[in-house]
T-cell receptor, first 113, second 114 residues
Framework: TQLLEQSPQFLSIQEGENLTVYCNSS?????LQWYRQEPGEGPVLLVT?????EVKKLKRLTFQFGDARKDSSLHITAAQTGDTGLYLC?????????????FGGGTRLMVKP | DSGVTQTPKHLITATGQRVTLRCSPR?????VYWYQQSLDQGLQFLIQ???????AKGNILERFSAQQFPDLHSELNLSSLELGDSALYFC?????????????FGEGSRLTVL
């Protein structure tokens, strides 16, 4: 089992629909990041959240860090075909001296025209 | 373009062989991270170097080793290769040693072991 569980693993929706992707753990994280990866490329950082309950918005994307800092969600409003990709959450465990970033298994999103 | 350069982009080799993957971090970044990405495992952290010293170790096999050189480029050596080592290997760099800093990823090296 992964330290960070992402759900759903796969999501196929029509353009214009809304969606939410979840990232859950039983562990507490000092910070959590969301990355997006397109085929043939490395992951690219979308956002970092560090405070429990924090909400950040990036255009049509809304990121939330759970109050207990064990979970996070990514909500996309009015999805576009350009949102297609692999969405990865990654966190640094609280009290992790090595500051090792642990990734979830990812959610593969396909937005159809 | 993230500024992180990885070579080679693609590599096909046979079981039992040894390969070296190379990474040049972004200018000014002191940390280099190596990750393995396979279809069923997601991104698995292998190892981190900071300014030439090993900083953190993840699920890196004993057959694998890495180092960071004085010019801050890094190499990941994979030996006695097995079929299951076929994967995308990503290098990432960051300015500091960790924390909430952004990781900048290269485009990856796709290793196929036949």
């Amino acid at each position: 089992t992964q330290l960070l569980e992402q759900s759903p693993q796969f999501l196929s929706i029509q353009e214009g629909e809304n969606l939410t992707v979840y990232c859950n753990s039983s562990s507490v994280f000092s910070s959590l990041q969301w990355y997006r990866q397109e085929p043939g490329e490395g992951p690219v950082l979308l956002v970092t959240v560090v405070t429990g309950g924090e909400v950040k918005k990036l255009k049509r994307l809304t990121f939330q860090f759970g109050d207990a800092r064990k979970d996070s969600s990514l909500h996309i409003t009015a999805a576009q075909t350009g949102d297609t990709g692999l969405y990865l959450c990654a966190g640094i465990l609280f009290n992790n001296a090595g500051n090792m970033l642990t990734f979830g298994g990812g959610t593969r999103l396909m937005v159809k025209p | 373009d993230s500024g992180v350069t990885q070579t080679p982009k693609h590599l096909i080799t046979a079981t039992g062989q040894r390969v070296t993957l190379r990474c040049s971090p972004r200018s000014g970044d002191l940390s280099v991270y190596w990750y393995q990405q396979s279809l069923d495992q997601g991104l698995q952290f292998l190892i981190q170097y900071y300014n030439g010293e090993e900083r953190a170790k993840g699920n890196i096999l004993e057959r694998f080793s890495a180092q960071q050189f004085p010019d801050l480029h890094s190499e990941l050596n994979l030996s006695s290769l097995e079929l299951g080592d076929s994967a995308l290997y990503f290098c990432a760099s960051s300015e500091g040693g960790g924390g909430t800093g952004e990781l900048f990823f290269g485009e990856g090296s796709r290793l196929t072991v036949l």
